[in-house]
């Protein structure tokens, strides 16, 4: 009996004429990226975008987009904010993640039963990186840091795995949008190693893929964000806060949700966003004392500063970047003595003059004062409820 079943599934197996006709009407390729596309040819012009996708629903969380998005640096600060809008239109998001498990569960609460997909991978590992790539038709990279550490340097994190993922990208064949989020003041002559890292980063990207969008956010502001936490943190436990030069560094904070709507509305569009560089600044620019102020504002305390001259400054932050590597042991992250966020802050940063913006995308971003300030309510001396909150005292007229 299982000699005849041995000869009957050999003679299923061996290539009939019909089989032998389709093949040569129809050629298979046995490549796992990208079928019949050249292994290194670029698809994404030719998709013109995600507008074509068959939408179901009425664009809820239960509906169905069409997007299939691996967001790369999702447990980040940027990330939650864009997983949620891209959940909320009914996108399925795959997340991937490199530490524990517990790393991306406070964002499968944002979409529908099975539309947050947690992928553990290895940004090492090729193998690995197409996995969570495999059945994306959107790649958003948001992988950034602005410190070193003992495992990635700034070009490794910033620079090398943007160039791997845009690479890895064009191989697969099916993607239709890649959108590279990189930082306002990036520059290959900066002083900055961060923002040369992050420069040479839209640079691979975009000779890789010449139609992936690059967005280009100022300083984030949020609930968890890294500059006016880390002052108020400051002020509460020494009771002032060290103004690094004379305070008088120009920048365009930007509201992070602006920063997430502005990456769904690239992907919402007919591709008119692909190759295009956008700058995503602020309505207002503030001095590093400006911002300073309106953070003593939200937390009712009056303003204390102490100006550290810039070669102090660096003297101060200079230490933990020698001996990085030298100890055999991890060094504490930086707050606000960042030697190189200290060179990034030494020149001013603002959105060029004929760089598209937020209006190009038809975003009006907000003003800072009001809501996207409150969270620093938390560091009140009396409480939360000491104090009414700004928004309170807003017109909502003049909101945003």
Known sequence: MQAITRRLGQQYLRPTPSTSSIKSIYPLSDHYYGGDHPRYESTLAAHKGVGHLVRKGTG????????IATVF???????RYLV????KMGSQVLVPFRGSEDNPRHLKLMGDLGQIVPMKYDPRDENSIKAVMAKANVVIN????EYETRNYSFEEVNHFMAEQLAVIAKEHGGIMRFIQVSCLGSSVSSPSRFLRAKAAGEEAVLKELP??????????IGTEDRIMN???QFAKKYSFLPLIGDGSTKIQPVYVVDVASAIVAALKDDATSMGKVYELGGPEIFTMHELAELMYDMIREWPRYVKVPLPIAKAI?????????????PLPNPDIFNLDQIHAFASDTVVSENALTFMDLGIVPHKLKGYPVEYLIQYRKGGPQFGSTVSEKVNPEYWP
């Open 60 to 67: 809820g969380r239960s509906s169905v987009s069409g997007i």
């Open 73 to 79: 640096g999702a447990t980040g600060f940027l990330g």
């Open 84 to 87: 949620q809008q891209l959940a």
């Open 142 to 145: 948001l992988i950034g840091r």
């Open 211 to 220: 139609e992936a969008t690059v967005m280009k956010p100022a300083v984030m």
């Open 230 to 232: 880390r002052w108020a």
């Open 317 to 329: 932050a200079t230490p933990r970047e020698l001996l990085l590597k030298k100890v055999p042991f």
